[in-house]
C-alpha cells in the first residue's frame, strides 16, 4: 500500500516561512517526478511546484521566487520551503507523483499538511 507522508505545516504570519516534507515509498518516488499540491477551501486541488528525477523544476505563477522544491534521492523525501508567504497560500498541502499516483483507478492521498497564513 502506497503511503505519503507530509509534514512541517502550522500557523504563521504573512511574510514568514515554512518548510514542508515529504516521505514516499522509495519503488515510487525514485523513477518519478514528484510536486507539492495544495488545496484551499472551496477550491480544487491544484499543484504547485514539482521537480523531475533529475533535479528539473517548475513552479506555479503565484509562487514563483518565494516556494523552493527540493529532493534527497537517497533518503525518498521531497521538500519544500515556502518563504514569504501570503494569507492567499492557505491550504493543505499535498505531495504526490506527477500526475497523481492511482492504484485501481484511484488516486492515492496521504493526509496533507495544513498551512495557515494570518494577515
Known amino acids: 500500500q502506497v503511503q505519503l507522508v507530509e509534514s512541517g505545516g502550522g500557523l504563521v504570519q504573512a511574510g514568514g516561512s515554512l518548510r514542508l516534507s515529504c516521505a514516499a515509498p522509495?519503488?515510487?518516488?525514485?523513477?518519478?517526478?514528484m510536486g507539492w499540491y495544495r488545496q484551499a477551501p472551496g477550491k480544487q486541488r491544484a499543484l504547485v511546484a514539482g521537480i523531475s528525477s533529475g533535479g528539473y523544476t517548475n513552479y506555479r505563477d503565484s509562487v514563483k521566487g518565494r516556494f523552493t522544491i527540493s529532493r534527497d534521492n537517497a533518503k525518498n523525501t521531497v521538500n519544500l520551503q515556502m518563504n514569504s508567504l501570503k494569507p492567499e497560500d492557505t491550504a493543505v498541502y499535498y505531495c504526490?507523483?506527477?500526475?497523481?499516483?492511482?492504484?485501481?483507478?484511484?488516486?492515492?492521498w496521504g493526509q496533507g499538511a495544513l498551512v495557515t497564513v494570518s494577515s
Open positions: 504526490n507523483t506527477i500526475p497523481p499516483w492511482s492504484t485501481a483507478g484511484l488516486e492515492v
Open positions: 522509495g519503488n515510487i518516488f525514485s523513477a518519478n517526478a
